[in-house]
């Protein structure tokens, strides 16, 4: 049986900074992917997801500082972070966190039955199978590190909501990567340029760009760096959020 050549993981000082500069470790992110499938999660696709997160986490800041700003505060409040959603759309990840947030309450809309009586609110299950809302938790550290990287402060519940977008986010990109793998490739979406400013452009990952990413390679246990670009481009809107969490996930791994 013939295997894929796979890229030789770089190990020392390089790898290092790669690890220490993200707020969100490989470890948390492997986790996460064990929680929804038994495949294999190379380092590099680690890296990829753990660079993704931040630079989507970092936006949604950025935007509630923003937001704050204008009101003369410095210390972010969930309505911050909802006044950066609606100020960019791109910004609208991690939405089955809504449902479970106050600070979306209402905002989900009002759910009835077929007799017209609301629909009550769904309560926390006790279920021992883990979950991105159960696990939001393991992302605290990780949000706390990127805020004070932003200079920014937050109430607890800004935290939470932080924490749980990240929870949620991942284990969706994991999804997908999962889905990338199994399907032999993305099945829609258009294509993506990727490149490092000062550096030579990546190949592109098909011939026709019509069918960009529409065709992966490597073994079907593994999932790899491509493939994490891949989800990537299903969680994001193609806008400049998904074009510059795709450069630095790049950044992260090539480097």
């Not at 492997?30 to 989507?56: G, I, L, N, Q, Y």
């Not at 920014?152 to 284990?171: K, N, Y």
């Not at 069918?211 to 390679?217: D, E, K, M, N, P």
């Amino acid at each position: 049986m013939t295997t894929q050549p796979v890229r030789s993981e770089r190990s020392g000082p390089e790898t290092a900074s790669v690890v220490d500069d993200s707020p969100f470790k490989a470890s948390l992110v492997k986790a996460v992917f064990r929680d929804v499938t038994p495949m294999h999660v190379s380092r590099s696709a680690a890296w990829a997801a753990a660079s993704v997160t931040r630079t989507v986490l970092a936006e949604i800041i950025d935007g509630a500082r923003r937001a704050a700003a204008a009101e003369a505060r410095q210390k972010l409040v969930p309505g911050d972070l909802l006044s950066a959603i609606d100020r960019n759309v791109e910004l609208e990840v991690g939405t089955k966190w809504y449902d479970h947030s106050p600070t979306f309450r209402g905002l989900t809309g009002v759910l009835y039955d077929a007799e017209g009586v609301i629909v009550p609110s769904r309560k926390r299950s006790r279920s021992r199978r883990p979950s991105a809302v159960a696990g939001a938790h393991r992302f605290e550290a990780g949000v706390k590190k990127l805020l004070r990287s932003r200079r920014a402060t937050a109430v607890p519940a800004m935290v939470r909501d932080l924490d749980g977008i990240a929870s949620v986010f991942l284990t969706d990109l994991a999804l997908d990567a999962v889905r990338v793998v199994r399907e032999g490739g993305v099945q829609r979406f258009g294509t993506v340029t990727l490149e490092i400013s000062g550096e030579p452009a990546p190949p592109p990952f098909h011939k026709d760009p019509l069918r960009a990413l529409s065709t992966r390679r490597g073994d079907g246990r593994t999932i790899g760096r491509e493939d994490i670009l891949a989800a990537t481009t299903m969680q994001l809107f193609g806008g400049d959020l998904r074009q510059r969490a795709l450069t630095e996930a790049l950044r992260a791994i090539t480097r």
